[in-house]
């Protein structure tokens, strides 16, 4: 069978990717001020009159620092709408936005996009996500958060606001009980207070580790004023005392912090959070090697907690995802938030059908009913309220190679 094409349209980039699914090619184009671009992969027939479509704003960082996650996300939703419409009469295009890793640039486009899309979805991170999910709410209309872990945008960004993906609370949790019973009670505890989800994280986490795990934080560091290439000198003190590290961190620093802490303590396993789900934790750059990128070794003695595993042995409906995914962009998913931004989108669409509207109340009040969802990063439900309870997936690093933990 033909693939169908779908439209996507955007006020923010021109942005091309194409691969082929199933024997054509998928051209997600988002040209600037475009509406319901055509392209050939969802045109509908000439024949057959085109069915209005129902208008979803997807919004993450394309460029700028969060984008090695953000991109993976937003080509996660395009799929799934993509696949949607090749099999329903229901039609939806998507308006995609670059926020450009900025939350003052996030705000900005999402006023705009909350006039012209029934709904949003979008958001990888929690800062951009409690400034901008408002200017949906504000007007009525539902968002469903694609990998924004802060447990609590939902009560922040107002009614309407779902989650896609599991909270801080509940990854600090994993990570802390993880930690404690593999390797002991004693840790040293490096995050950002510049940021709401390294600090959320990282509150949660010392909460577990003390409160119920009777653990101890020897020591922890501060990104904001030991910044990641300075920290190694620190990490000699305390080497002794902790069992382990934990680190909530922006993905743009994970680099140079395993640099720092391998050069000080080539040995001492670290955990950290979900942002670690990215191609900088499979090699560890040397603490000589500057901008040589080549001056690495495969990384090891390395956790991380995440939102699906994708690789050998993955559930059903995750294999499926990763075979839709690279037959589509030609490459399999580099990470979870893929498979977050594509059940993001499933979500919002089986709510927009249940509703049999267009209405966002109507739309919101579907996705609130949400039961059983079987998605790719596992199964969601609304019922105990709008963050649901999923499985936090612990990935290791061995010899630079991803393997399932727990």
């Known amino acids: 069978m033909q693939a169908q094409m779908y439209a996507i349209r955007s006020s923010v980039a021109t942005i091309v990717r194409a691969s082929a699914i199933t024997g054509a090619c998928l051209a997600a184009a988002c040209t600037p001020n475009a509406t319901n671009t055509p392209n050939t992969l969802n045109a509908t027939p000439a024949s057959a009159p085109a069915p209005t479509p129902t208008h979803i704003a997807v919004l993450d960082s394309e460029t700028g620092p969060m984008s090695p996650i953000g991109i993976t996300a937003m080509r996660g939703a395009q799929l799934a709408i993509a696949e949607h419409n090749r099999a329903s009469t229901l039609r939806f295009d998507a308006e995609c936005i670059d926020t450009q890793s900025s939350s003052p640039r996030a705000t900005e486009v999402a006023r705009a996009a909350a006039t012209r899309n029934t709904l949003g979805i979008g958001f990888t991170d929690s800062d951009p996500a409690l400034v901008a999910v408002p200017e949906f709410t504000r007007v009525g209309k539902p968002f469903v958060v694609i990998g924004a872990t802060g447990p609590k945008l939902p009560a922040r960004c107002g009614a309407g606001t779902f989650l896609a993906c599991f909270g801080d609370d509940a990854q600090a949790i994993a990570a802390a009980d993880f930690g404690a019973t593999h390797f002991g009670k004693r840790t040293l505890v490096i995050f950002d207070s510049r940021y709401e989800y390294t600090r959320t994280l990282a509150n949660y986490f010392r909460s577990r580790i003390g409160n119920e795990v009777g653990g101890t934080v020897v020591a922890e560091f501060d990104l904001n004023f030991t910044h990641a290439p300075a920290i190694a000198p620190h990490l000699v003190a305390p080497a002794n005392k902790a ?12 680099a140079e912090i395993l640099k720092s802490i391998r050069s000080a303590l080539p040995e001492t396993p670290i955990i950290g959070g979900d942002t670690f789900d990215c191609a ?19 990384t090891n003695h390395m956790w991380f907690t995440t939102h699906a595993w994708l690789g050998a042995g993955a559930s059903p409906a995750a294999q499926a995802f990763v075979a839709a995914y690279s037959t589509a962009y030609g490459t399999p998913p580099p990470n979870a ?51 649901p309870k999923k499985r936090v997936w612990i990935i290791s690093v061995s010899n630079g190679t991803l393997q399932l933990q727990k």
């Open 243 to 254: 069992d382990f590290i934990f680190v909530a961190c922006m993905p743009e620093d994970i």
């Open 280 to 298: 900088a934790v499979l090699h560890t750059p040397s603490a000589s090697s500057g901008s040589n990128a080549n001056a690495a070794s495969p």
């Open 337 to 387: 938030f893929a498979a977050l931004g594509y059940d993001a989108a499933r979500l919002a669409m089986d709510a927009c059908v249940r509703a049999g509207s267009d209405d966002p109340k109507a739309i919101a009040a579907a996705l609130a009913a949400t039961t059983n969802f079987e998605g790719a990063t596992g199964t969601i439900s609304y019922a105990n309220g709008p963050v």
